[in-house]
């Protein structure tokens, strides 16, 4: 095990994951990807969750696990409440990271993008097929 190679990937990702969401703060990209992750990871079966997670660096899927039980996805039907969703998941930072509606709406785009580059074109084309019709992912 080398946990430099661990830290190294998982500051790329974040590196690169700034560049997509247009902000140089790492640490308010941390946040937004992991209250995404958690989203997504409790809006999603629990099979898809897994996969999902398998596809991340190690150390993100230590933070993508945290808190994970095994569950009934999260039934949300409409955009605004999946925005909503997000925000809670960013424990006390959510009106630094998502001040508003739109703000979420377009983290949750780069967030989607940047996972669409980064894990398999089919992991990915499940979890988007996973969220509601109502919830809008870049294809």
């Avoid at 690169?16 to 790492?26: A, S, T």
């Avoid at 969703?85 to 998502?98: E, L, S």
Wanted: aromatic residues 12%; hydrophobic residues 40%.
């Amino acid at each position: 095990m080398n946990f430099e190679n661990y830290v190294k990937d998982a500051n790329t990702w974040t590196n690169q994951l700034c560049n997509y969401l247009g902000i140089e703060d790492e640490n308010k990209a941390n946040r937004i990807f992991r209250a995404v992750l958690h989203a997504i990871r409790d809006r999603i079966p629990t099979a898809e969750a897994i996969h999902l997670g398998a596809q991340l660096p190690i150390l993100w899927k230590g933070v993508y696990y945290d808190g994970f039980h095994m569950h009934s996805p999260v039934r949300i039907r409409h955009e605004d409440e999946w925005l909503e969703f997000i925000r809670t998941k960013d424990a006390f930072a959510d009106k630094a990271d998502f001040p508003t509606l739109d703000h979420t709406y377009y983290a949750f785009q780069d967030v989607m993008t940047f996972l669409r580059d980064h894990i398999s074109e089919g992991q990915y084309n499940q979890v988007a097929q996973a969220l509601h019709s109502d919830i809008t992912v870049p294809v």
